[in-house]
């Protein structure tokens, strides 16, 4: 009986350690899996930046976008997946009278009841480049 304790332990500290909450609700769940596909590209979102004071909307993005607020810098980081393998990237600057919202334009089916975890072995062995001194020239131009 002890055994299996211990086992059990293990699991629920395994899955706090991931991010997985054993005991969040559905809606927390369905939350946490819409913003993992959002960060993946699988979610459509537009994004609109307004400027209150002159009543404008200065820029929109629509596509398959990630967001991530940089509160250090006040900025809004935006990464669009432009094509297969293709991303541009954009830092919008917030301020008192710039906000900016996100709507997610198409639905998507996520489990409410299972945690979505991605896991990218290029994350962990990334592609290398070498540049070497004979590469130089290479990199004047």
């Known amino acids: 009986m002890k055994k299996l304790w211990m086992i059990i332990l293990a699991l629920v500290v395994m899955l706090v350690m991931v991010g997985c909450d ?3 609700d559905e809606a927390d769940v369905a939350a946490r899996n819409v913003s993992e596909d959002a960060d993946n590209f699988k979610v459509s979102r537009q994004i609109i930046f307004y400027n209150s004071i002159t009543d404008t ?3 929109t993005f629509e596509g398959y976008c990630s967001i991530h607020a940089d509160e ?3 900025q809004l980081e ?3 997946k432009v ?3 293709l991303y541009s990237k954009h830092f919008l600057g917030l301020s008192d009278n710039v906000s900016y919202m996100v709507i997610q334009t198409e639905e998507i089916y996520t489990d409410p009841y299972h945690f ?3 896991v990218r072995p ?3 062995l990334p592609d290398f480049e070498f540049v070497t001194s004979s590469n130089d020239d290479d990199l004047a131009t």
């Open 122 to 124: 290029e994350a962990i």
């Open 116 to 118: 979505k975890i991605y």
């Open 72 to 74: 250090y810098d006040a």
């Open 78 to 80: 935006v990464t669009c």
């Open 57 to 59: 909307y200065m820029w």
């Open 22 to 24: 054993p005991f969040a």
């Open 83 to 85: 094509g297969p393998s």
